[in-house]
């Protein structure tokens, strides 16, 4: 069976870190370029980080420099590392496998398909 688990969340203060994993099953990750995404309450879906099946990421404005992206290919994971964490990354974080490849629709959820489950990250003092 296909699968995508997200694990790694939690509660973290301002200015913290936090890794995210990302476990694939039934199928091999690295065929595929594999997004992370949010969602806050009252707040759209958001596209934050992809990584390409070469290696090559992608982030959104809201995160660059402070979140980065990697994949394990032997352990059929990919993470999300977060640093300088703010209250407003407050959130549920995804994984999604892209649909295909278009490097223009690299943080569009429309793109994406066998979500996981998601995982709470909360940044509160």
């Known amino acids: 069976q296909l699968q995508l688990v997200e694990s790694g969340g939690g509660l973290v203060q301002p200015g913290g870190s936090l890794r995210l994993s990302c476990a694939a099953s039934?199928?091999?990750?690295?065929?595929?370029?594999i997004g992370w995404f949010r969602q806050a309450p009252g707040k759209e879906r958001e596209g934050i980080s992809c990584i390409t099946t070469d290696g090559s990421t992608y982030y959104a404005d809201s995160v660059k420099g402070r979140f980065t992206s990697s994949r394990d290919n032997a352990k059929n994971t990919v993470y999300l590392q977060m640093n300088s964490l703010k209250p407003e990354d407050t959130a549920v974080y995804y994984c999604?496998?892209?649909?295909?490849?278009?490097?223009?629709?690299?943080?569009?959820?429309?793109?994406?398909?066998?979500w996981g489950q998601g995982t709470q990250v909360t940044v509160s003092s």
């Open positions: 039934g199928f091999s990750l690295d065929d595929y370029a």
């Open positions: 999604a496998v892209h649909r295909g490849w278009d490097r223009f629709q690299a943080l569009e959820y429309q793109a994406y398909d066998y």
